[in-house]
């Protein structure tokens, strides 16, 4: 079945340094979103990329989709305590009714 | 707008007990919704959805079921819990899907049930 994995699991950065996480599926994605769980807190939607080698940024986040839309980073850049929480991409799978969640990076953010 | 309410937050159960949790959706009609469990410091598995009322697709086998008696509620089951039942139970729903294209999904505040 379609596998979804993130790397790395864990990372910890001083406040103010950058911070990237990669998502790599192992089926081609006709779509890849983004979403953010603080600690203790339910995921939220950040983002959706649809296009090859789409590139979206928020702020200081910004968000890539590969071109050959297998494959997905998110980048942060200067780091604020209140990015804190595990970020989770997720493609869709099953007729687009579902999709399957990545395993996570989980960010730790030293002030 | 739309809103997603589970209930209750948390809950501490014996094994071999009952459970019922409930999630219901406002503000939209006709959404697809999802049940998922997360356990500790893990990732989401996808336990049940449904695209319509009464219409529920399982994901993975086990000692839960779900149903969907309105359009906008659904309700994760369980005749008797086991120690592994234990985790964060999480609602989502979304709009359904157009184009072939997926939609994002709202998750709710989730219910910690732990069994004990």
């Known amino acids: 079945g379609q596998q979804v994995m993130q790397i790395p699991q864990y990372q910890h950065v001083q406040e103010g340094e950058d911070f990237t996480t990669y998502c790599n599926s192992s089926t081609t994605l006709s779509n890849i979103q983004w979403y953010k769980q603080r600690p203790g807190g339910h995921p939220v939607f950040l983002i959706q990329l649809v296009k090859s080698g789409e590139v979206k940024k928020q702020k200081r986040l910004t968000f890539q989709f590969g071109e050959a839309k297998k494959n997905s980073s998110l980048h942060i850049t200067a780091t604020q305590t209140t990015d804190v929480g595990t970020y989770f991409c997720?493609?869709?799978?099953?007729?687009?009714?579902?999709?399957?969640f990545g395993t996570g990076t989980k960010l730790q953010v030293i002030p | 707008s739309q809103t997603i309410h589970q209930w209750p937050a948390t809950l501490v159960q014996p094994v071999g007990s009952p459970l019922s949790l409930e999630c219901t959706v406002e503000g939209t009609s006709n959404p697809n919704l999802y049940w998922y469990r997360q356990a500790a410091g893990r990732g989401l598995q996808l336990l049940f959805y449904?695209?319509?009322?009464?219409?529920i697709s399982s994901e993975v086998p086990q000692n839960l079921s779900a149903s969907r008696p309105q359009d906008r509620q659904f309700i994760l089951s369980s005749k008797k819990l086991l120690l592994s039942d234990s985790g964060f139970y999480l609602c989502a729903w979304s709009l359904g899907t157009s184009g072939g294209a997926s939609y994002e999904q709202y998750f709710g505040p989730g219910t910690r049930l732990t069994v004990t």
């Open positions: 997720a493609g869709p799978r099953g007729g687009y009714q579902k999709v399957t």
């Open positions: 449904s695209v319509g009322i009464g219409q």
